[in-house]
């Protein structure tokens, strides 16, 4: 089965500080990767993505995200957190066997204090 | 990127009414649009896939008598909630991909907020 874990709920973190956000998957074969943010009440907006190529894939607002192959993971990072990055972050992955078909982590909510 | 456009963001209705749901492409044509739900603090649910011009696919556990999909065209999706209760409620989100360019990321809409009273 295809699935997606964020592990945790929640992300705390100083602004000016680093972050991660992480993401494991299980999908069969080499899928695509995406991830999301979602702020209140709002539609989720395209951060970036993983096709092939570099493992390292940068995306907007300054965040960028590393594949993981033999940990199969993508976990988003930024080298130094700002208050308007707080949000809810989703991590999605589209298996080569059916494009049309997303699945989505259950969100992380990234909380970054001033 | 492309561009998503759901109308009404909010709305409230009453227990029983119907109240339907717009996606747009607005720069773009999808012959595929999907349709999400989320709870709070949880995340998106597929409920069922749009394909302009035959019958969405719905995911398993979700009542097609009672989300009615039309896809009349390749830059709009319609989502109906049919005698709405208040267990309705909830934040609906859609989302197309673009076939001109075959992007592999969806675009999605600003998501509408359903309140049954």
């Known amino acids: 089965a295809q699935s997606v874990a964020q592990p945790e709920d929640q992300v705390n973190v100083a602004e000016g500080n680093p972050l991660t956000v992480k993401c494991t998957y299980s999908v069969s074969g080499n899928p695509y990767l995406f991830w999301y943010v979602q702020y209140p009440n709002r539609g989720l907006q395209f951060l970036l993505k993983?096709?092939?190529?570099?493992?390292l894939v940068k995306g907007s607002y300054g965040f960028e995200a590393e594949f993981n192959k033999s940990q199969t993971s993508f976990h988003l990072k930024k080298p130094s957190a700002l208050v308007s990055d707080s949000a809810l972050y989703f991590c999605?992955?589209?298996?080569?066997?059916?494009?049309?078909?997303?699945?989505f982590g259950s969100g992380t909510k990234l909380n970054v204090k001033p | 990127g492309a561009v998503v456009s759901q109308h009404p963001s909010r709305v409230i209705c009453k227990s029983g009414t119907s109240v339907k749901i717009e996606c747009r492409s607005l720069d773009f044509q999808a012959t595929t649009m999907f349709w999400y739900r989320q709870f709070p603090k949880q995340s998106l649910m597929l409920m069922a896939t749009s394909n302009e011009g035959s019958k969405a696919t719905y995911e398993q556990g979700v009542e097609k008598d009672k989300f009615l999909i039309n896809h009349a065209s390749l830059t709009l999706s319609t989502l109906t909630v049919t005698s709405a209760h208040p267990e309705d409620s909830s934040f609906y989100i859609c989302?197309?991909?673009?076939?001109?360019?075959?992007?592999?990321?969806?675009?999605f809409g600003q998501g509408t907020r359903l309140t049954v009273v």
């Open positions: 989302s197309a991909r673009d076939l001109r360019t075959m992007n592999t990321e969806a675009f």
């Open positions: 999605a992955v589209r298996p080569p066997v059916n494009f049309n078909k997303f699945y």
């Open positions: 993983y096709i092939t190529g570099d493992n």
